[in-house]
C-alpha cells in the first residue's frame, strides 16, 4: 500500500487515514507531495483523480478520499477493529466521524491545521458555534462510553482519527474549551488524542518539515 499526503504541518486530511493505517498496523509507504507551492495542483493531479490529497494506492485500486481510505483499510483489516463490532456504537461513530468530514466548515476555514503555530484567536461567531457543536459532541459520547475506555467510543476508531486535528487546532489557536460549556471531559479527551504515540510520530516529523 502507499499513502500519498500533503506536508504534515498542514494537511490534516491526510493526518486522518495515516493514523487509521498506523493504528491498523498495516505496513505502507509514505509518498509526500508539498503543498502551497506553485507545483502543488500539478504534482496532486498526477497522483490523484480528485485533485486533492490523501490518496490509497493498493495495487490497481486508487482510493482518494480520506473517509474512504479509512473505511476501505478498516474493511480490508477488520482484525484491527477500527470501528467497534456493536452496530448501534458503531453508526454513532460513523455519524461523528462523518459529522467532521462534511461539516464545521467555519473552525476549518478560520483556523487551517498549522501543528508549528501558538496563538489565541479571536472566533467569529460562526467558529464558536462550531467549537460548541464539537465540545458536546465529545462531551456527550464520553460520557456514554466513559466505562470502555477514554476515546469516543471508549476504545480507539476512525472517529477519532477524525478529531485527533481538531484537538490540534484547538491548541495552536489557543481555544478554551471550557468557555464553551466544557467541565472538563473534552478537553481531557483533546489531550488524550496528542499524547498518542502515533500522533506524536506525526508531529515530530511535521515539525521537521516545517524547519
Known amino acids: 500500500m502507499e499513502l500519498i499526503i500533503g506536508d504534515k504541518n498542514w494537511s490534516s486530511w491526510s493526518l486522518r487515514p495515516w493514523l487509521a493505517l498506523k493504528r491498523a498496523g498495516v505496513p505502507f509507504t509514505e509518498t509526500l507531495v508539498r503543498l502551497r507551492r506553485e507545483d502543488t495542483a500539478a504534482a496532486i493531479a498526477q497522483v490523484s483523480p480528485s485533485g486533492r490529497v490523501p490518496v490509497l494506492r493498493d495495487g490497481d485500486l486508487v482510493i482518494w478520499d ?125 489531550e488524550h488524542l496528542l499524547e498518542q504515540p502515533e500522533y506524536l510520530e506525526w508531529e515530530t516529523a511535521a515539525l521537521a518539515e516545517a524547519a
Open 66 to 190: 480520506s473517509l474512504a481510505v479509512c473505511e476501505y483499510v478498516a474493511d480490508r483489516f477488520p482484525a484491527a477493529a477500527l470501528w467497534p463490532a456493536d452496530d448501534e456504537v458503531r453508526a454513532l461513530g460513523r455519524a461523528a466521524a462523518a459529522e467532521m468530514h462534511s461539516g464545521f466548515a467555519s473552525l476549518r476555514g478560520e483556523c487551517p491545521m498549522d501543528l508549528a503555530l501558538r496563538t489565541v484567536a479571536e472566533l467569529s461567531a460562526a467558529t464558536q458555534g462550531d467549537v460548541r457543536r464539537i465540545v458536546r459532541l465529545w462531551c456527550d459520547l464520553r460520557a456514554r462510553f466513559q466505562d470502555k475506555g477514554p476515546f469516543l467510543l471508549g476504545a480507539w476508531s476512525i472517529a477519532d482519527a477524525f478529531y485527533t486535528p481538531v484537538a490540534t487546532r484547538f491548541r495552536s489557536y489557543g481555544v478554551k474549551l471550557t468557555d464553551y460549556g466544557d467541565q472538563g471531559a473534552a478537553g481531557a479527551y483533546g
